[in-house]
């Protein structure tokens, strides 16, 4: 017999769980979104690719992507590269005929060369045998006096290794769109998509696409499957600080009339394929709550709230109107919106913040009043959180922190009782929260910026950051009568923080992923309870809706077992066992591409008398325990 874990039929505040504690957050930020979304070439509109921000690369510390820890071909940028003999033939990137974006391609042909046609490809791309894959593109030509053929393949130089292809004919000389499904015969890792004419003549090429055709709105299938094992309750976007320089209305509307860009703070090329529809059709798909972070550094509260009446404006509304034509007709509902990310970068003090969101908040709430704001109080704000409720108090719901423990979630409570209006009710959210590793920290100390971010990054990785991660949210649950809302950093490819790892044809699960699986499908109570025990476990209690079903969440984040005796103090004899463990087998065991499944989420049997569980939990493992019992009064 083990350590008496006794839990009580008393709660531990008037608060309720929110389920919007296991919350996520997407940035377009390196390969972020990208990795998430079906398109599989780069620079489609032949832009020509862009170098990354220093930001990026005090992320990254080194320019060359490859060395850092973190690196996998979900990460790797692919140019074109011309094809087919040169002479006779120019390729010029031409800035007065392009159909999407500054540039097209410009292949001059003097004379036809049957032997060896010319043309543009792309390398590095993973197909496979069987699958059906949709390629489009838009093509104009002059004076070309040959069909164009589009391959996927491979580019051999004098010729091609041809696993699909297609000839479209009649090429004109205004741009017009081809498209066409492609099966390729052979599987291949890298794989060529190549289009190409044996002239002669002028051929323009732009804004090509290459995706799986069984994506799902533009997403990739296999990665909307593996979102929905993490479940996320509420996924923030678009930023993080690309929300900051950007405009929500340059990602609407036709994507073949979108403009690519360098991402402004972060550097590199956005295709611009995806924004504010296909986010929120990606979170339909899901079944998240979204959370849209307003611009509040370079843009206007005529911008802001006109995004809330393109999200929620009904039909016969301007921008109501203009989403029904991009394809949504009911409007989105969104409910929540955060006021700006890192404000601080333009208002210096918190009181200046507060006055300019009350001027958004006006603005916001003159389109749908039912919206919930959340104010900044993170970073320099964090001392002078009363000052910005005793302001703008009045228009806002939550406070945005960056936390990840309770202690710091009831001081800024404290600050916002100080200052709360009467009768109004402010609620916090941690809207960008990571977890830490100290058992690993302890175990190596750094010797410098390179070993140590190298060091920092991989740890993120491990089931340690993971096994922390569960403590947050146990932790969450304890002051759930003030924090409703946590969005976790990051859904996917965020230099091994992520949930999930995703690669250019494989995707699988992290230690973290599996951690909010668990809480996410199997942690259902909404009533904290009071816990009374002496182990070195975590243990968090919960009720149901109902009142019959217990839920453990139990973190055993030491290397021993630990053995239990766990006793429902004033319920009914339970009568059913559920029992669920994700473990890991050491404080630095991950998850990777050649070991998906080193971590991942396994049933439990459980002892059950008419009095007690016996049960004993592995070491470094989280657990959830639930049990069905008759309903106590």
Request: hydrophobic share 40%; net charge negative.
């Amino acid at each position: 017999m083990g350590a008496t874990v006794i839990v009580y039929p008393e709660f531990l505040h008037e608060g309720r769980i929110s389920p919007l504690l296991y919350g996520n957050f997407v940035e377009f930020l390196g390969a972020q979104v990208a990795s998430l979304w079906a398109e599989m070439l780069c620079d489609r509109a032949l832009e020509g690719l862009a170098e990354v921000s220093d930001a990026t690369r005090d992320y990254w510390i080194s320019p060359v992507l490859e060395e850092n820890p973190f690196y996998h071909s979900g990460y790797l940028e692919r140019p074109w590269f011309p094809v087919g003999k040169h002479s006779g033939a120019h390729w010029t990137r031409d800035n007065n005929q392009a159909f999407r974006g500054r540039f097209c391609l410009r292949i001059d042909i003097d004379a036809p060369s049957h032997n060896q046609p010319r043309g543009i490809a792309q390398r590095g791309l993973s197909v496979e045998a069987g699958r059906t894959y949709r390629v489009e593109l838009h093509l104009r030509g002059q004076s070309l006096q040959a069909p164009v053929v589009v391959t996927i393949g491979r580019d051999m130089g004098h010729l091609t290794d041809a696993y699909a292809s297609y000839t479209f004919d009649e090429i004109g000389s205004i741009w017009k769109h081809f498209e066409v499904e492609l099966t390729p015969a052979y599987s291949d890792s890298e794989a060529d998509l190549i289009i190409k004419t044996t002239g002669p003549g002028t051929l323009w090429i732009d804004n090509l696409s290459l995706m799986p055709a069984d994506a799902i709105d533009g997403w990739r299938s296999d990665v909307v499957e593996l979102i929905r094992k993490v479940r996320p309750t509420i996924v923030r976007f678009p930023g993080g600080c690309y929300t900051s320089f950007t405009h929500w209305a340059d990602a609407i509307g036709p994507r073949e009339k979108r403009k690519p860009f360098i991402n402004p703070y972060w550097g590199g090329l956005e295709p611009n394929d995806v924004g504010t529809d296909e986010l929120l059709r990606l979170l339909e798909h899901i079944g998240a709550v979204p959370q849209i972070c307003v611009n509040m550094i370079t843009g206007t509260p005529e911008e802001a709230a006109a995004w809330v009446e393109y999200c929620n404006g009904a039909i016969d509304t301007e921008w109501g109107a203009c989403r029904a034509t991009n394809g949504h007709i009911e409007p989105y509902n969104v409910r929540y919106w955060e006021m700006g990310n890192e404000p601080y970068r333009r208002y210096k003090t918190a009181e200046e913040y507060a006055r300019v969101l009350n001027e958004f908040s006006a603005a916001m709430r003159a389109v749908d009043p039912t919206i919930e704001l959340m104010a900044a109080g993170y970073g320099p704000y964090r001392k002078h959180v009363d000052r910005i409720v005793k302001i703008a108090g009045g228009q806002i719901d939550f406070i945005a922190l960056r936390a990840n423990v309770a202690e710091e979630i009831l001081t800024v409570a404290k600050q916002i009782e100080r200052a709360i209006p009467p009768g109004r009710r402010i609620k916090i959210a941690s809207t960008e929260w990571i977890s830490r590793t100290p058992h690993l920290d302890a175990r190596v100390p750094p010797k410098g910026r390179w070993e140590d971010m190298c060091w920092w990054e991989t740890n993120k990785a491990t089931w340690d950051y993971a096994l922390q991660a569960a403590l947050t949210l146990n932790d969450f649950q304890r002051v759930s009568h003030w924090i409703e809302i946590a969005n976790f950093n990051n859904l996917a490819n965020t230099w091994l923080q992520s949930c999930i790892e995703v690669e250019k044809s494989r995707a699988f699960l992290t230690a973290a992923g599996w951690v909010f699986h668990l809480y996410s499908y199997y942690c259902q109570g909404i009533y904290p309870l009071r816990v009374e025990h002496e182990t070195q476990l975590d243990v968090m209690a919960s009720l149901g809706c109902q009142k019959k079903r217990v839920y453990l969440m139990v973190v055993n984040d030491t290397e021993e077992q630990i053995h239990t005796s766990i006793q429902l103090e004033g319920f009914g004899t339970p009568i059913k066992t559920e029992c669920w463990t994700v473990s890991g087998p050491a404080y630095e065991a991950r998850n990777s591409f050649a070991h998906p499944h080193t971590i991942a989420l396994q049933p439990v049997l459980v002892h059950l008398s008419r009095t007690e569980l016996l049960h004993g939990f592995p070491p470094l493992s989280v657990t959830a325990l639930i049990l069905d019992a008759e309903p106590f009064q």
